[in-house]
């Protein structure tokens, strides 16, 4: 793919860029507290989603995202991204199929900022590492509920 600048439409600073499996949508972080969703090709980029939550804070980020990592997918019928903010928060995004509403849940409220999320190559397990120096380990349930499975201190 040949060089190319992509507007991402944000109104502050990107924090973080990370691109899908598959090489066709990019995610950014910034300080507007949103991610934007950005499809790109060889010769464009286009503007899929904003994912900024509800107008309240239940779902969304109240501070500026740090951090953003698409799950490994593989074959499955959803695309989920993991976002990492200042607010404490680390929400899971999922979308069942291009063009569908993303939806967002948070995994967790660390209470200090959190720093990075990463996955397993696999995509099961999330790395979380947050503001107390702690990285947590957390794994989804048959239920679709997430799970901390471990904590590795300092």
Do not use: C
Not at 59 to 74: E, I, Y
Not at 93 to 113: A, H, R, Y
């Amino acid at each position: 793919m040949p060089a190319q600048k992509v507007e991402t439409g944000h109104q502050d600073t990107v924090h973080d860029v990370a691109m899908d499996y598959y090489g066709k949508r990019l995610a950014t972080a910034s300080s507007d507290h949103t991610i934007k969703i950005i499809g790109v090709s060889n010769s464009a980029s286009q503007h899929l989603a904003t994912l900024a939550g509800h107008q309240g804070p239940v779902w969304q980020h109240t501070d500026w995202v740090r951090d953003v990592a698409w799950a490994p997918n593989l074959g499955l019928p959803k695309s989920t991204i993991a976002s990492a903010s200042q607010d404490g928060k680390v929400i899971m995004w999922t979308v069942g199929k291009e063009g569908d509403q993303w939806e967002g849940k948070i995994l967790s409220d660390f209470k200090t900022p959190v720093w990075r999320v990463s996955w397993s190559l696999t995509g099961n397990i999330l790395a979380v590492a947050d503001g107390n120096n702690n990285v947590t380990l957390w794994k989804e349930a048959v239920d679709g509920e997430w799970q901390q499975v471990t904590t590795v201190e300092p």
